[in-house]
């Protein structure tokens, strides 16, 4: 590898999709960026590889890109990825749910055939009800899904929303304090739609019983029911194409590099210092993809002026669940019991709300749950490209299990420390056996399998603390102006001038969506770090 530069405008710690994000965006106004990450290849959890047998294309983590494609980062690149390769497609059903007896919903992209679905279940008055009275929240609250919460207009914004809304049906303090049980219970009557609408707020950090997990779910099915978009090629074709446009525009990408400090001089962030001893100056900012206590236990631990309650907010930070992966290589496509579900996006496979209610307490309590919630993804449904001709993949998600087990919800005999390799392996089986319920015949297709353990997940970054495929919790103590925690106000700044926090710890939410990047760089090209 050759020598680091001595400077640069802009340094990363991190080269994920939000620094990437960011950086070509400074590269287009003109400042010169490093990316540093401590992972062999640039992405962070936006990455697609051969896990075993030739020709099956996993995602490792990310999967579906719709908060990307449908947000002011696409809008502004997506010209400039597509050159370099970028292409989406989209499942003629955005997202789905499946119960073990077969009944099933379906949210198909196209508008017609989602009105007879919503008329078969008899939930048109819920469906069209929920939306009457959170669209007027949910619009404006999706414009500021691209700032900070700390930048003025945004508190502007977020202040005069709250006072129109005091007169309605569902004013926006009632929307941020719902959970999401007892939200899909109000609007809705069917378990089917029940099963739809409560996993979602898990993809974001959140328990379906948490205070504003009601939003975290009106604000998916809105932002997924016009599709679940997901690069041809896998995941990783985003980053390859973001990796092609920042070394296109003179960025400076090194991987393998573990960035040890952010080095402070003169009362501001100044520049990094790696982990072999490197030290490159940053003449404008420090960016960093990381999460607080990471940001001010490791990387600022040296930094004088960080107060002493900023720093114990940073120890106090709190990650939630683990997520445990299952990728399948298949020697045939699977079928749902209900056809239907085959052309899905991202599927919800489980035993109804208060069954999920249930895992995501098992799993907050340490233990393997007994029936555990799954989030199914089959990329070959519309990519075939990802397999072996006539083969299949799938990904089998499971974001309510725990950090670090301590016993078996299941009742089985528990003597493991952790996730070994017996315990993976069995959790493993539950999750095919669950799986095989709703996909009858799947096992018998398995040619592959790969697990992804909370444990694998945490030695690959430390963002993930345990395991924590969310990079922390999304509770509302953690979430909204207390993002990622109460100092920063939902902002990207941090305590320390010139140093700035990214990523899938920070506003809006966990996901690949190129929020905080693409607010970051805008900032600094305004100036914001001048004075």
């Given at each position: 590898?050759?020598?680091?530069?001595?400077?640069?405008?802009?340094?990363?710690?991190?080269?994920?999709?939000?620094?990437?994000?960011?950086?070509?965006?400074?590269?287009?106004?003109?400042?010169?960026?490093?990316?540093?990450?401590?992972?062999?290849?640039?992405?962070?959890?936006?990455?697609?590889?051969?896990?075993?047998?030739?020709?099956?294309?996993?995602?490792?983590?990310?999967?579906?890109?719709?908060?990307?494609?449908?947000?002011?980062?696409?809008?502004?690149?997506?010209?400039?990825?597509?050159?370099?390769?970028?292409?989406?497609?989209?499942?003629?059903?955005?997202?789905?749910?499946?119960?073990?007896?077969?009944?099933?919903?379906?949210?198909?992209?196209?508008?017609?055939?989602?009105?007879?679905?919503?008329?078969?279940?008899?939930?048109?008055?819920?469906?069209?009800?929920?939306?009457?009275?959170?669209?007027?929240?949910?619009?404006?609250?999706?414009?500021?899904?691209?700032?900070?919460?700390d930048a003025p207009d945004t508190r502007a914004a977020f202040t005069a929303l709250t006072e129109q809304s005091r007169q309605s049906a569902l004013p926006l303090g009632s929307l941020l304090t719902s959970s999401a049980a007892d939200l899909v219970r109000h609007y809705f009557a069917t378990e089917e739609l029940h099963s739809l609408a409560a996993p979602w707020p898990l993809h974001l950090g959140a328990s379906p019983e948490d205070p504003a997990s009601g939003f975290w779910a009106a604000f998916t099915l809105a932002s997924l029911s016009a599709g679940t978009p997901t690069p041809v090629g896998g995941s990783g074709r985003l980053t390859d194409a973001l990796v092609g446009l920042v070394t296109e525009r003179g960025g400076d990408i090194r991987t393998g590099t573990d960035v040890d400090e952010i080095l402070v001089r003169d009362g501001r962030a100044g520049g990094v210092r790696t982990a072999d001893g490197a030290t490159i100056r940053a003449t404008e900012a420090v960016?960093?993809?990381?999460?607080?206590?990471?940001?001010?236990?490791?990387?600022?631990?040296?930094?004088?002026?960080?107060?002493?309650?900023?720093?114990?907010?940073?120890?106090?930070?709190?990650?939630?669940?683990?997520?445990?992966?299952?990728?399948?290589?298949?020697?045939?496509?699977?079928?749902?019991?209900?056809?239907?579900?085959?052309?899905?996006?991202?599927?919800?496979?489980?035993?109804?709300?208060?069954?999920?209610?249930?895992?995501?307490?098992?799993?907050?309590?340490?233990?393997?749950?007994?029936?555990?919630?799954?989030?199914?993804?089959?990329?070959?449904?519309?990519?075939?490209?990802?397999?072996?001709?006539?083969?299949?993949?799938?990904?089998?998600?499971?974001?309510?299990?725990?950090?670090?087990?301590?016993?078996?919800?299941?009742?089985?005999?528990?003597?493991?420390?952790?996730?070994?390799?017996?315990?993976?392996?069995?959790?493993?089986?539950?999750?095919?056996?669950?799986?095989?319920?709703?996909?009858?015949?799947?096992?018998?297709?398995v040619v592959e399998r790969h697990l992804t353990t909370p444990a694998d997940l945490a030695a690959q970054s430390p963002n993930a603390g345990l395991g924590d495929h969310a990079a922390g919790s999304n509770a509302l103590e953690q979430a909204f102006t207390q993002s990622p925690i109460p100092a920063h106000g939902g902002g990207y700044r941090t305590s320390v001038p010139g140093a700035w926090l990214i990523g899938a710890a920070t506003w809006p939410a966990p996901g690949v969506n190129g929020s905080s990047g693409r607010a970051v760089a805008r900032a600094l090209i305004g100036g914001a770090d001048k004075d």
């Open positions: 590898m050759s020598q680091f530069p001595e400077e640069a405008d802009v340094i990363f710690v991190g080269a994920g999709h939000n620094a990437l994000v960011a950086a070509s965006f400074l590269l287009d106004a003109g400042r010169s960026v490093c990316l540093i990450d401590q992972m062999s290849e640039p992405g962070g959890w936006v990455r697609t590889t051969e896990l075993g047998a030739p020709g099956y294309l996993h995602d490792r983590w990310s999967a579906l890109h719709p908060g990307f494609v449908s947000g002011p980062a696409w809008a502004e690149l997506g010209p400039h990825l597509q050159r370099h390769g970028l292409e989406y497609i989209t499942a003629p059903v955005a997202i789905g749910s499946s119960l073990p007896d077969g009944r099933a919903a379906v949210v198909p992209v196209d508008q017609s055939a989602f009105g007879e679905e919503l008329e078969r279940l008899k939930e048109t008055e819920g469906w069209n009800r929920l939306f009457a009275e959170t669209g007027p929240l949910l619009k404006p609250l999706l414009g500021l899904l691209g700032d900070g919460l960016v960093a993809s990381a999460t607080p206590d990471q940001l001010y236990g490791r990387l600022l631990r040296n930094a004088p002026d960080v107060p002493a309650g900023v720093r114990e907010q940073a120890r106090n930070y709190r990650y939630r669940r683990g997520c445990f992966q299952l990728s399948l290589a298949l020697s045939a496509r699977p079928h749902f019991r209900d056809g239907r579900l085959d052309a899905g996006g991202s599927i919800n496979i489980g035993r109804g709300l208060d069954a999920l209610v249930t895992s995501v307490r098992q799993a907050e309590a340490g233990l393997l749950p007994q029936h555990p919630s799954i989030a199914w993804h089959e990329p070959t449904a519309v990519d075939p490209t990802r397999a072996p001709a006539g083969h299949a993949i799938a990904r089998l998600q499971v974001l309510d299990a725990p950090l670090r087990p301590s016993g078996d919800a299941a009742g089985t005999e528990f003597g493991a420390d952790g996730w070994d390799a017996d315990t993976a392996e069995a959790f493993a089986d539950r999750i095919l056996a669950e799986a095989e319920e709703h996909l009858p015949g799947l096992s018998s297709l």
